[in-house]
């Protein structure tokens, strides 16, 4: 019993510690020929290129969703890549809705034309009548109906 309490113990005190020295990729931008990854360490973020270090790691090769590291400290240790984790799951994703394929039109042919609703109002311009202009203005016809201008003085 005594036993199985101190290895608890002492595990509480050992987890912090690994967690700490977790190294993570939260990001990669690319733009042009510059490539920047952003990876977590030590609860910091830093913003590295290829070639930069964090700690005892090196960036060897950033890529769209991955980066390769090396460690400095140990030479012969192979390159560890780490990967861009994906924040949706299976409860947050929605599915895709299906929609009928596009079907190819013969060459020549012209779409038909699409037919407006029956329920929406359709756009009537408004216009004004010759008696109802009064003197000193006139009347201006435009595709979104007649307009009063004032005359100019002579």
């Known amino acids: 019993m005594k036993y199985s309490l101190l290895l608890i113990c002492l595990g509480l005190f050992v987890h912090p510690v690994l ?3 977790t190294i993570a990729l939260q990001g990669v931008s690319t733009i042009g020929e510059k490539k920047y990854a ?3 360490f030590q609860g910091k973020t830093f913003k590295r290129r290829e070639g930069g270090t964090i700690g005892e790691w090196q960036i060897k090769k ?5 980066v390769q ?3 400095q400290n140990k030479p012969d240790m192979p390159l560890q890549e780490l990967t861009l ?3 949706m ?8 809705a299906k929609t009928k394929p596009a079907v190819p039109m013969p060459f ?8 407006s609703s029956a329920t929406a109002p359709k756009f009537k311009p408004r216009t004004i009548a010759d008696e109802d202009v009064p003197a000193g203005h006139h ?15 002579k």
């Open 19 to 21: 967690a700490a020295d």
């Open 38 to 40: 952003f990876i977590s």
């Open 62 to 66: 950033i890529a769209p969703r991955t």
């Open 69 to 71: 590291i090396k460690s």
């Open 85 to 87: 984790q994906s924040r």
């Open 89 to 96: 799951t299976e409860h947050t994703s929605k599915p895709v």
């Open 108 to 115: 020549g042919a012209k779409p038909a034309a699409k037919t």
């Open 139 to 153: 009347r201006v016809r435009t595709p979104f109906g007649d307009v009063l201008v004032k005359d100019a003085k």
